[in-house]
């Protein structure tokens, strides 16, 4: 089984930065990763997902030059670099891995998911 626990969410001023970590129980060296946010009233929706060896990256049209996907898979830990966040980007952000390697864009393609992490942009 596979267990992921995200950290890194807070409160931030408009135009702040945050970086969220997700560390697995096991190695996930063969999965694809991604990061899915859910804001009150909404559904979960994908906003970056990366392969297993980072090689492709995939990110959501609303925080294209603003967010980087990486993984380090020593570190069994996936990151979410967010920066010139914006009152819309408040949501709880969920990390989520693949059994195979190729990147998923939608909730059910993934297999494992962590408890979420809240963010929270506001002045």
């Known amino acids: 089984q596979v267990s992921l626990v995200e950290s890194g969410g807070g409160l931030v001023q408009p135009g702040g930065s945050l970086r969220l970590s997700c560390t697995s129980s096991?190695?996930?060296?063969?999965?694809?990763m991604g990061w899915f946010r859910q804001a009150p009233g909404k559904e979960r929706e994908v906003v970056a997902a990366?392969?297993?060896?980072?090689?492709?990256?995939y990110y959501t049209d609303s925080v294209k030059g603003r967010f980087t996907i990486s993984r380090d898979n020593a570190k069994k830990t996936v990151y979410l670099q967010m920066n010139i966040l914006k009152p819309e980007d408040t949501a709880i952000y969920y990390c989520?891995?693949?059994?195979?390697?190729?990147?998923?864009?939608?909730?059910?393609?993934?297999?494992?998911w962590g408890q979420g992490t809240q963010v929270n942009v506001s002045a």
């Open positions: 989520a891995a693949r059994r195979t390697s190729v990147i998923g864009t939608i909730p059910p393609s993934y297999d494992y």
């Open positions: 096991v190695r996930t060296l063969s999965s694809a």
């Open positions: 990366i392969s297993w060896n980072g090689a492709n990256t």
